[in-house]
């Protein structure tokens, strides 16, 4: 009987293990004074469970909250202030040159003035064929297929900026990150594969949705405290 038993908790433990895991290692924040921006250094690790090489889609230059990644293949974050999640998209930007934005309401016709050349490019070359921004759209997912050996583990360290402003608004939306709360950040993984099917080729879809070892599904990291205080 004990026998018995321990068959069917081991059996239970490992049919619950996911395949791959995502794990926030530890999170450290350097203040730039000269900028009045904090900066927080994410260390992290995915890690391949199983005994078989995996893949899937996944960008690993790119990161957006958890509240604006719809239909995206980029990891992203979840900010929560004590127990609850932070439902603003603005708390944090991952590139230091754009802190600025979080400042102040986004121009949109400045940004387009700006971005006149490259607009135009591409616009040039939609027209000259019809079907670029679908093979550019199919060749940057191929790239981003992410593969982790048997057992592999590989490590990352993500940059955050926060601007140092505890008023936060997202349209009707208001925060105020009180230095006396404690707030988490947790990592997502948000793995597609049929969702893609209009980007993909036919070939490709199936190829992709016979692997079974071609990963899809939603994981999630451990929280972990992130400094907000002076």
């Known amino acids: 009987m004990k026998i018995l038993y321990l068959f069917i908790l081991f059996t239970s433990v490992s049919m619950a293990q996911k395949p791959i895991e995502i794990i926030i290692d530890s999170i450290i924040h350097t203040d730039l004074n000269e900028q009045k921006i904090r900066e927080f250094s994410i260390f992290y690790t995915i890690k391949n469970n199983l005994n078989e090489e995996v893949s899937f889609f996944l960008n ?3 990161i957006f909250p958890s509240v604006q ?12 202030q004590n ?3 932070v439902q603003l998209s603005r708390i944090f930007t991952s590139n230091i040159a754009n802190s600025k934005i979080l400042d102040s309401i986004i121009n949109m016709d400045e940004i387009i003035e700006k971005n006149k050349d490259s607009l ?3 616009l040039k070359k939609y027209r000259e064929d019809p079907m ?6 199919n060749k940057s997912l191929l790239q981003s297929v992410f593969k982790l050996k048997p057992n592999e583990s590989k ?3 993500q940059k955050l900026y926060w601007n140092k402003k505890r008023y936060a608004q997202d349209d009707d939306l208001e925060y105020y990150l009180n230095e006396d709360d404690y707030y988490f950040l947790r990592l997502e993984l948000t793995l597609m594969k049929k969702e893609f099917s209009s980007i993909l080729t036919p070939q490709q879809l199936v190829t992709i949705l016979e692997n079974p070892n071609f990963l899809n599904g939603n994981y999630y990291s451990n929280k972990f405290e992130i400094y ?3």
Do not use: A, V
Not at 132 to 137: A, C, E, G, S, V
């Open 228 to 230: 907000f205080k002076e």
């Open 69 to 80: 990644s719809s239909f995206r293949y980029s990891r992203t974050y979840t900010l929560f």
């Open 60 to 62: 690993t230059k790119s």
């Open 83 to 85: 127990d609850n999640q």
């Open 120 to 122: 135009l490019i591409e």
């Open 155 to 157: 490590h990352f360290n």
């Open 132 to 137: 670029y921004y679908q093979n550019k759209k």
